[in-house]
């Protein structure tokens, strides 16, 4: 009974949440990140063609060594569609329930704590709101991750390696939580296994950004400057001469509030056997040194790394109690989860107000239209007139709808860089790129932003509209009077009047 009552649960989760996410898309809450993006890299692939995403400038796997979007591809090619995106997502969140939910039946010896812990996995704030989060490939940790730990739990050596190797390749910073695993595995388990792991998670993440991603990127990453003090030595630097300062920094915008989040739903029961929840504790650390909002912010995905470890090592410390004891402080891990998600999560029982609601506690929703409304409607219905294969730039809630094609652009891209490529100084220069000489098409709304507006009005003498409705004008090139080229004086190209 048990059984069928989890499977029940992780289907309704799944469903719940990938109707949500196609939802929230046809409603035009997508956009070009973190959606459109990956349609376009997992589609070239598909193709067989390198996933060189112009919608940011980069090759996607130099953005992040996310291979395991390689076996993804295969599954998109048979259904092209960002709905498989958001059902995979769905899909593999919901199964991280099953690591929890079979080490707690085996540990606890009962299915009904089982269910109700798994549960408790699915009601972590952090897991639901990366589910709403667009698309992200960190979404497949849920899953991988969980099952590597459980395999190591059981010492179930086979199951444990094949979800280590599926967990490296979701992306090149899940070192963050593989390194402390081999380090728990080698002091709790097995030695040899341990080291082996650990040798493993170093060389793929130098090969994943030393290799890979500095050769296709030129550096092995972006991110750097998301280390506070300028850089690691700093940080150290600043550990020694001036603490007062790290510690303020740890204090400083709510970041102890993100770590109580993330522990407050197991209730702090892992304190009773911390080893296996302290595997979180690097990836932790690390979300709250960053100086990237969005990075100690439950709603995002960096989030979800950090729960498999925090739930299976609440489950490991429940052991150590009698049988009274743990049905009582199962009890309070209800509570706790079920209030965490109340106050801080999505999943439906949320008390979410509607998007663009101001909410004191921090949970409002990204705005997005009905599916049904006329400017959804609108858009999805003039998306089907670009033509196959043919170039063009629209605007970004629009990407996700059209992004199957070698040469896509977040307006203004091409014609005035932003958001694009490794080097910001281009963005600074408000260059344009040469691709903006020969785009054949302009997909943008009739109401634009006024520096949206100045952008389109410098080049809107060379298209023509070809379709429109209310809310929404597909413009096809007809001329090139405004050139992107080098000028004199200019260290990066500008458009440029070759008529006037």
Known sequence: MWQGLFVLMVWAYVTYFTKVSIDVHNGLGTSSYDVGLYQQGVWLLGQGEAPFVTLMGRNMLGDHASFVMVLVAPIYRLFPAADTLFFLQSLFIGLGALPVFLAARKRLASEAMALALAACFLLHPAVGWTNRENYHPDSFVAFFLGMAIYGALERKWRLYWVFVVLTLLVKEDVVLVVLPLAVWVAVFRDRRFGKLTAMATIATTVVGMFVVMRSLIGVPTRNAWRIPFNGPTGVLREVVERPGNVIEHFRSDNRPFYFWQMVFPSALVFLRRPSLAAVSGLVLFTNM?????????????????????????????????????RRWLLGVVGVTSLWACLMWGVVPIGQLLPPGTDDPIG??????????????????????EVPDGASLSTYHSMVPHVAHRKLIYQFPNPFRVVLYGPDTTLEAARACLPEANDLEYVLLQKSLSVELQLDWERVSDDFEPVSSNEFWTLYQRVSHTVQCQMVPGQEYPQLVDTVG
């Open 363 to 384: 949970r409002e929703l990204p705005y997005h239209w009905t599916p049904t409304h006329p400017v959804a409607e609108a858009a999805r219905s003039i998306a089907r």
């Open 289 to 325: 040194l960053s100086t990237f909002w969005y990075q100690y912010h439950l709603e995002y995905h960096y989030s979800l790394i950090a729960v498999p470890a925090i739930v299976l090592g609440t489950v490991y410390a429940l052991e150590l109690f009698s049988l009274r004891w």
